[in-house]
């Protein structure tokens, strides 16, 4: 005669249908996920198909008849180049975002040691990206404006005796927007940097202050290499972010004075010429560089697995 040797608990188990407690437990993740799920396909995945349907028409937004114009908005877009001619204002704002990330690093590993008022500093870093953007930009219209803040700043230090037109001269209005654009988004970068840093094992700083290794080589050997998933992220949103930068200069300009970007000739193509079939398409062509960017940023510089012992 066999014998079951299977424990007493699992031939209770056996043969039984699943509690209905365990059934909610395995609902339960999917039940919290099914919110975020849905505002992502209604806001984002919806619009982004629609989008690529209004791109082969010659929808004008008002009139209710669609006509079907295949890839004529792509042929033009690829015709005219003053269409990518504005491009070369993202220069700026990737130069913007390089000192941005390299300024936001700075300020993490000096606050990550025992600084006095480190909480302090902390939070007026981070401060200006709690700041809706809007208000940033009705801000500094007045801190850059003929007579404002910043020339009265300059003269009382000596460093400026005319007015200047930050916003008025095609030659120095992007250095002005993109300078603002370091200061909305600093604490961001800042944030991600210093989470990441205090993350590394505390161990491993103690050990390198026995060896007698100074802060420089703390944060060459165990910083840095430490961080690196996180920047080479914030390099990404940095390329993604200056290709598509529309909020700041928008505000303050409205693209005037060459200071016109890609995604603000885009708004300005649907709802100021009414052709929204070629903004559409406009819009799917900056989607495609912005893949594009990011793949080519990810084969250059892929993720590793950070080992530090």
Do not use: C
């Amino acid at each position: 005669m066999a014998i079951d040797t299977k424990p007493a608990s699992e031939l209770r188990r056996a043969g039984r249908p699943a509690r209905p407690h365990n059934v909610a437990r395995t609902l339960t993740p999917y039940l919290f996920l099914a919110a975020p799920l849905a505002f992502l396909i209604v806001f984002t995945y919806i619009p982004v198909v629609n989008m690529f349907g209004y791109s082969v028409t010659s929808w004008d937004g008002l009139s209710p008849s669609r006509e079907f114009v295949g890839l004529d908005n792509y042929v033009e877009i690829a015709t005219r180049p003053e269409l990518f001619g504005v491009l070369k204002v993202s220069l700026y704002y990737i130069g913007a975002s390089v000192v941005q990330i390299g300024l936001a690093l700075y300020f993490a590993t000096i606050l990550s040691f025992n600084t006095r008022f480190r909480n302090l500093f902390k939070g007026v870093l981070f401060f200006p990206y709690l700041i809706n953007g809007v208000a940033i930009g009705m801000i500094f219209l007045f801190f850059f404006q003929p007579g404002g803040t910043l020339d009265s700043a300059m003269s009382a230090l000596g460093l400026g005796g005319a007015t200047q037109q930050w916003l008025g001269d095609p030659s120095v209005v992007n250095w002005s927007l993109a300078g603002t654009s370091i200061w909305r988004y600093l604490g961001l970068n800042f944030v991600l940097f210093l989470g990441a840093i205090q993350s590394i094992p505390a161990h491993l700083y103690e050990a390198a202050e026995i060896d007698g290794a100074s802060r420089w080589d703390q944060f060459r050997h165990i910083i840095l290499p430490g961080i690196r998933p996180i920047v080479g992220l914030s390099f990404i949103l940095a390329i993604s972010g200056s290709l598509s930068v529309f909020e700041i200069p928008f505000i303050m300009t409205g693209g005037a004075n060459d200071s016109e970007t890609f995604v603000i000739q885009t708004v300005n193509m649907a709802f100021k010429y009414y052709k929204l079939g070629l903004a559409s398409a406009m819009a799917v062509v900056l989607l495609l560089i912005i893949l594009l960017v990011t793949w080519l940023q990810r084969r250059v510089a892929p993720d590793e697995k950070v080992d530090l012992s």
